[in-house]
């Protein structure tokens, strides 16, 4: 997972590395070799037209001058005008290019790293800010693009520009070119380091702006429980603290940055002037002609901005990397929950029998704590058990067993006699429909929240399934019915009508297994009677495992089996149970000692 001490050994790489990081987008290159090479040769198109104007202006000063011909300078500057426009074109061709490549590129690690996060298990976001993921996905994707679509089409302007007039120094000059040549060490070596220095306070800087993203998107989607309880200046206080520790860590890289650029622009252009000098000299003294100082000094020109660009350019793609690094980090973690190799295939047709055998379970997060402890239980095709106990007892945990979204510490979980890890999380699940204890609802409309991971399904069953659901009631009263969008998280709809779209989103998928997490607990009692009549019309033709804490729930259910620290410590019938006299009993006077409140004293917090 990408815990603190990965991060600290990203960091502690960081101060060692400068741009590797961007080498790791070399498979996204590959994918658009046409681009690639459009880019290439249009660079290198500007690059060499750019280099040809110094030998123009020689040849005009030395020539056209001093022998007064208007003809001759006519030609040079008409000469001059094609290469302005060769030049134009060049870098039209260069802009799309790079832009396009770098567009391609960031949309398609958007979209693998999207489509990695969404493989990942409940374990590494019950440690990981999904925030902070978002922040990944969307603010470092973006420096990325920019990197890719123009800051490092720029540095490689730069480069091949700088290489080809040292080139062209040498050749016109070699005793001033050995001048220029000599400063270089002395520019890049401090540039590199620099470079480095600015990586690493750039990661810090996304990594800080990355945990005030997460804050900032779990506030906002609680903006109603923040304004309830008054704290409003707390997350504004939080919030304003992570934001200006951004602003430091940013200002830190910043900092690096100007000294990085003052530092070569002073060294560059510095060394300029000391060939222009010497370079005057020879003039004077008849070793060198006025028109070749000239194309020696264009030609130094270049390479000093070249490199003086390179100079700012470099934080950047730093900035990048840091950004690469962090997606590549996040590609890297792999799945705890994978399908194997060779997955054994579920019987066809599915009979829906499961069976616990002496499992034992901690979640990553608490490692030092059992959730589940020695669980060993059979459920029988088409059989409802009902699960019930006090909160922390491990209820929910069975649930989560059952849909893979973790694996036994030992023990196993098997359906239809095969074990749950031989078998192919995806195809485990299509045999399985949830009714969770948190309703999860989409900013869509009700149709495609019913109709939700469902494929070609028509329009006739969703309404079905709504109607099985007692949902069709309250959807008939909106505006556009089914096609009414219900925003974020459900937010325009009660709790009783989310939770009766989630039923009948289970009722539609039509599994053999069906797991019920408190399914009736935001209802109220008319409306629950109606959805529990619907919910047995589903429970006789399918296995059902209920977590409850509703008395008609449990009365019907064919056993019932009562958990306490992670094991059962019950099993029976509602009449069997109450004349044992344990916990099941004891919990049951509680209820009707409370008027029928919540069954089992529950909280709705997960077991």
């Known amino acids: 997972m990408v815990s603190t001490d990965r991060q600290t050994v990203a960091a502690e790489k960081t101060a060692r590395r400068s741009i590797r990081p961007l080498g790791r987008l070399g498979p996204y290159l590959r994918r658009y070799r046409g681009l690639v090479v459009g880019a290439l040769v249009a660079l290198v198109l500007a690059a060499v037209t750019t280099l040809v104007l110094p030998v123009a202006v020689r040849r005009m000063i030395d020539h056209g001058f001093s022998s007064a011909d208007a003809g001759f300078i006519n030609t040079y500057f008409t000469m001059l005008f094609v290469l302005a426009g060769l030049l134009a074109l060049a870098s039209a061709m260069r802009y799309y290019f790079v832009i396009t490549l770098g567009e391609r590129i960031v949309a398609d690690l958007r979209r693998e790293v999207f489509a990695h996060v969404t493989k990942l298990s409940p374990a590494f976001f019950d440690v990981n800010q999904s925030g902070e993921i978002v922040s990944r996905l969307t603010a470092d994707t973006t420096q990325i693009k920019s990197a890719v679509g123009a800051t490092a089409s720029v540095a490689l302007r730069n480069l091949i520009l700088c290489l080809g007039a040292i080139a062209m120094m040498v050749y016109t000059s070699p005793k001033l070119s050995s001048l220029v040549i000599g400063a270089i060490p002395i520019i890049v070596f401090p540039l590199v380091a620099f470079g480095r220095s600015v990586r690493r ?305 289970a009722i539609l998928k039509d599994a053999p297994l069906l797991l019920l997490d408190e399914a009736t607990s935001a209802l109220d009692a008319e409306s629950e009677t109606l959805v529990q009549t619907a919910l047995d019309g589903q429970m006789g033709k399918r296995t059902t495992i209920v977590i409850a804490h509703r008395l008609a729930t449990v009365l019907k259910a064919d056993r019932i089996l009562v958990m306490e620290a992670g094991r059962v410590v019950e099993e029976g019938t509602h009449q069997s149970l109450i004349q044992q006299g344990g916990l099941y009993a004891r919990l049951a006077r509680l209820q009707f000692d409370h008027g029928g409140q919540a069954f089992l004293g529950e909280e709705r917090a997960a077991g």
Do not use: C
């Open 201 to 505: 306070r750039s990661r810090e800087a996304q990594d800080t702006l990355a945990a005030a993203s997460a804050y900032a998107g779990e506030a906002i989607g609680a903006t109603r429980t923040l304004q309830a309880f008054n704290a409003e200046d707390a997350a504004r206080a939080r919030f304003f603290g992570s934001v200006e520790s951004a602003y430091e860590a940013a200002r830190s890289a910043i900092r690096a940055r100007s000294l990085l650029t003052g530092f070569a622009i002073a060294m560059i252009f510095g060394s300029v002037v000391a060939v222009l000098w010497f370079g005057a000299r020879d003039v004077l003294s008849g070793n060198l002609s006025a028109g070749t100082l000239g194309q020696f000094l264009l030609y130094a020109v270049f390479a000093a901005g070249s490199l003086g660009a390179l100079s700012e350019v470099w934080g950047e793609l730093s900035q990048a990397a840091g950004a690469a690094e962090r997606l590549t980090e996040l590609l890297a973690e792999p799945p705890a929950i994978t399908a194997p190799a060779n997955p054994v295939a579920l019987p066809v047709p599915a009979r829906g029998e499961l069976a616990f055998r002496d499992v034992h379970f901690s979640y990553p997060a608490r490692p030092g704590y059992r959730s589940i402890n020695g669980l060993s239980f059979t459920v029988k095709p088409g059989e409802t058990v009902a699960v019930v106990g006090p909160s922390g007892a491990g209820k929910s945990t069975i649930l989560s067993l059952v849909l893979r979204f973790y694996d036994p510490d030992s023990g196993a979980v098997l359906l239809d006699g095969v074990d749950l890890r031989a078998a192919d999380p995806e195809e485990l699940r299509r045999r399985i429909a949830l009714v969770p204890q948190d309703v999860t609802i989409f900013a869509a409309t009700i149709r495609d929240n019913i109709a939700f991971g469902m494929t070609g399904v028509s329009d006739e069953a969703v309404h079905a399934a709504a109607r099985a659901a007692q949902a069709e009631e309250f959807i008939a009263r909106l505006d556009k019915g089914y096609d009414t969008m219900v925003g974020e998280r459900g937010v325009t709809l009660s709790g009783g009508q989310r939770q009766r779209i989630a039923i009948a989103r």
